[in-house]
C-alpha cells in the first residue's frame, strides 16, 4: 500500500501563487507514476499535470506556463507551483499515484489517492 498526505493549499487572491506538496510512503517503489487533480464543485475530477519515474511532465492546456510538477525522490515528495493563479483554478486538489509507468489522464486509472488540499482563488 503507499500513503499519500497532501499539504500547502489555502486562498489567495488572482494572480498570486501557491505550492501544493504531497508526501508518499509505504510501498513507494512500486509507484512510477504521480499525478495532480482537481475537482470544483460540480465538475469531474480532472488531470492537472502528471510526472513518470523518468521524470516525463505531462499538463493540462490550461495550466501550461503556469504550473510546474516536480518531485523529490530522495523524500518521496510530489510538489505542484502554481503561479499567476485565478478563480478558474479553485478546487480541491488531489495527489495521486500509479504503479502503470504510463500516466493516463482519467482518474480511474490510479491506484492511490490523497484526502486533497483546496485551493481557493478570489479575484
Known amino acids: 500500500q503507499v500513503q499519500l498526505v497532501e499539504s500547502g493549499g489555502g486562498s489567495v487572491q488572482a494572480g498570486g501563487s501557491l505550492r501544493l506538496s504531497c508526501a508518499a510512503s509505504?510501498?513507494?517503489?512500486?509507484?512510477?507514476?504521480m499525478g495532480w487533480f482537481r475537482q470544483a464543485p460540480g465538475k469531474e475530477r480532472e488531470r492537472v499535470a502528471t510526472i513518470n519515474s523518468s521524470g516525463f511532465t505531462a499538463y493540462t492546456d490550461s495550466v501550461k506556463g503556469r504550473f510546474t510538477i516536480s518531485k523529490d525522490n530522495a523524500k518521496n515528495t510530489l510538489y505542484l507551483q502554481m503561479n499567476n493563479l485565478g478563480p478558474e483554478d479553485t478546487a480541491m486538489y488531489y495527489c495521486?499515484?500509479?504503479?502503470?509507468?504510463?500516466?493516463?489522464?482519467?482518474?480511474?486509472?490510479?491506484?492511490?489517492w490523497g484526502q486533497g488540499t483546496q485551493v481557493t482563488v478570489s479575484s
Open positions: 509505504g510501498y513507494t517503489f512500486s509507484i512510477e507514476c
Open positions: 495521486a499515484a500509479r504503479t502503470g509507468y504510463t500516466c493516463p489522464r482519467g482518474p480511474n486509472d490510479y491506484n492511490y
